[in-house]
């Protein structure tokens, strides 16, 4: 039997675009002998589109952040949104810009118990926060959210707060150096694709290790 290709997928919790990408990535796996290895990358959005904070009523009460970032950050969730609704999700756009490396730390926690574990920790973190539901930056909110896709938190506040943190960092220096800059970033051997609408390119170079031979599926998705 030939062995699955590895390819390293990037993302992030507070990213829309990283969640409109989850499912259609997933998808790989069942269309390609590939196996994804999914890696937090934590964006620093603050260093390229400001910051700026919410209260209840969408108000801004604290803004760092340009006419210019304004309109691209407006534009970008009326997109997502728009996105989102043809394939049934809920995209909220949050009230501040969130830490999420709490949250990254736990995907690779729940990476260390398994597939499905990952895949129902991976699934619930994306759907919960964008429905403002979750408290990333709360380490009991991220514990509880891996104890309910199965995971044992057994020396997770350990983990967190020494070895899981350096982990991540590493990941992030890593993919610093392969180019990363934004997720969803799929890296197949050196070569980095950045968004979703790079689909149909990353099949064509899959094409090779295609499950049924010669068939490569269609798909032009919308613009990251």
Avoid at 37 to 62: F, H, K, N, Q
């Amino acid at each position: 039997m030939d062995q699955a290709k590895t390819i390293t997928v990037y993302s992030d919790y507070k990213s829309p675009y990283a969640y409109l990408a989850k499912d259609l990535i997933y998808g790989l796996e069942d269309e390609f002998k590939v196996r994804l290895e999914w890696l937090p990358y934590t964006l620093d959005i603050p260093s390229y589109l400001g910051s700026a904070r919410l209260d209840e009523r969408g108000v801004v009460v604290e803004s760092v952040r340009n006419a210019h970032q304004w309109r691209r950050v407006r534009y970008s969730y009326m997109d997502c949104r728009r996105q989102a609704r043809k394939r049934g999700l809920v995209i909220l756009g949050p009230r501040k810009i969130w830490d999420s490396s709490i949250a990254a730390i736990g995907m690779l926690w729940a990476k260390r118990q398994g597939g499905a574990v990952f895949r129902a920790y991976h699934d619930r973190m994306f759907e919960r926060f964008w429905r403002r539901e979750l408290d990333i930056e709360d380490a009991k909110v991220i514990a509880a959210v891996l104890a309910k896709a199965g995971a044992d938190t057994t020396g997770f506040d350990d983990y967190l707060a020494g070895e899981g943190r350096r982990e991540h960092d590493a990941i992030r220096e890593a993919a610093e150096a392969a180019g990363v800059f934004g997720v969803p970033s799929v890296l197949i051997d050196s070569e980095l694709f950045w968004g979703r609408e790079h689909l149909p390119e990353i099949r064509e170079t899959l094409a090779p290790l295609a499950r049924v031979a010669g068939a490569v599926a269609e798909t032009s998705p919308p613009a990251r």
